[in-house]
């Protein structure tokens, strides 16, 4: 890898660092990139999210010059870098293995790429010392990688990473050997040393949460293709796909109709919920057939549904129902609802009370209501 030069003028004038355009790559008849186009800012946390074979991986390795793309151009600061060789550009991939040199220290380890770009050995023992204070990895210089935890290892592979200061950090799936308490905190050292080296990091991942934590925006991609590019709450909160609805979080989807329009909102006929109403999109429909999606969290449920005069006049979606299955998760309860209708709803409530005061039980029927504005509708 090279060092880090002086910004281009790209950069200099506000331009996406990186720009992907049409890029397409083939494996035999198989099409892993289907021209994939993206703009990345610099200093950005981008995510691309997506289920495995999605092409995620096969376009990281791309921008990091393991592959070579068929069609498309990858711009860095301006510059096609596609046909660029991996230790030429300036940019550096953290691989899922860490894919550290256990005969070498962990000194040694991050000083590898700095001895091979030929930096004095004064620089390269700066830029050592450096890594290890960033990575707080202090004092295990000497340690070779089987002595260190899974997270310490990690950090390793960042600070070799990073030792080079490249203008592009590429992150394969870092966390998935950790175990969840471990890739938590992680998450969240890694984004706040993001932020203080005001580096571009671009993370491939297929766990939602983890891309809504850490990410500036987040790419859905889905058989090569990105099926929407948006900031987590927006993605979360209003997908632009049935696809993208169901795949970012837990979700309750209703197949139906436009029955009427009035007053800027929507009755859609179900035939598992019934009639229902909904808040009409900000761009015309252009089909009459709609599913409707609601997050789990905005489904409340009640014995006897709102009261109006309580501050629930908006919550005419008021559907009766039974609870069938019940699963706690500690801060959050989930409940499994069958509708007299017929269609399942799935209801998320914090719980706020002690034990099981106030909890509902399975059989016990129930009124389960929600807002017009707590839902989307969705026509792909």
């Known amino acids: 890898m090279t060092e880090h030069a002086d910004p281009a003028p790209a950069e200099v004038a506000g331009e996406p660092l990186l720009r992907i355009e049409a890029v397409e790559k083939r494996f035999g008849g198989f099409v892993a990139v289907d021209r994939l186009s993206l703009d990345i800012k610099a200093g950005e946390f981008f995510a691309l999210l997506g289920p495995s074979g999605c092409g995620k991986t096969t376009l990281l390795r791309m921008l990091a010059g393991f592959e070579t793309p068929d069609a498309g151009r990858i711009l860095l600061n ?9 230790h030429e550009r300036p940019v550096n991939m953290m691989f899922q293995n860490y894919a550290l040199f256990p005969h070498l220290t ?8 700095l001895k091979r770009a030929r930096l004095p050995r004064k620089e390269i023992k700066a830029r050592v010392a450096e890594m290890l204070a960033l990575v707080r990895l202090e004092g295990l210089g000497k340690r070779k990688p089987d002595q260190l935890s899974g997270g310490q290892q990690q950090r390793v592979a ?4 990073l030792a080079l200061r490249p203008k592009l950090l ?19 050292e890694l984004m706040a040393l993001q932020k203080r080296l005001g580096m571009t990091f671009v993370i491939v991942t297929h766990d939602q949460q983890e891309a809504m934590t850490m990410a500036d925006r987040i790419g859905v991609m889905r058989a090569g293709k990105l099926d929407q590019v948006a900031v987590p709450r927006q993605l979360y909160e209003a997908p632009a796909s049935r696809w993208v609805a169901e795949f970012v979080g837990d979700v ?14 929507i009755t859609v006929a179900t035939g ?23 997050r789990p969290e905005k489904i409340k449920l009640s014995l006897r549904g709102p009261a109006a005069d309580a501050g629930h ?7 009766d129902g039974t609870i069938t299955d019940i699963g706690y998760a500690g801060g959050m309860t989930s409940y499994k609802v069958r509708l007299d209708h017929g269609a399942t709803l799935l209801a998320a409530m914090a719980n706020t009370t002690r034990l099981d005061v106030d909890a509902y039980h399975a059989g016990q029927h129930v009124v389960a209501w929600f807002s017009p504005d707590d839902c989307v509708v969705l026509t792909r």
């Not at 799936?173 to 938590?184: F, G």
């Not at 808040?279 to 709609?290: K, S, V």
Request: glycine share 8%.
């Open 78 to 86: 301006g510059v096609d870098i596609a046909a660029v060789l991996p």
């Open 252 to 265: 309750n989807m209703l197949e139906g109709s436009v029955a009427g329009r009035d007053n800027g909102r």
């Open 170 to 188: 590429l992150l394969d799936e870092p966390m998935a050997a950790l175990d969840k308490k471990l890739r938590e905190s992680t998450q969240l």
């Open 106 to 113: 962990v000194a040694a380890n991050i000083a590898f790429g």
């Open 272 to 294: 598992g919920a019934g009639e229902v109403v909904v808040a009409e999109p900000r761009e015309a429909l252009q089909t009459e057939a709609i599913s409707v999606a609601i």
């Open 158 to 161: 960042l600070a070799r990473a």
């Open 313 to 319: 006049a908006d919550a005419i979606n008021r559907l």
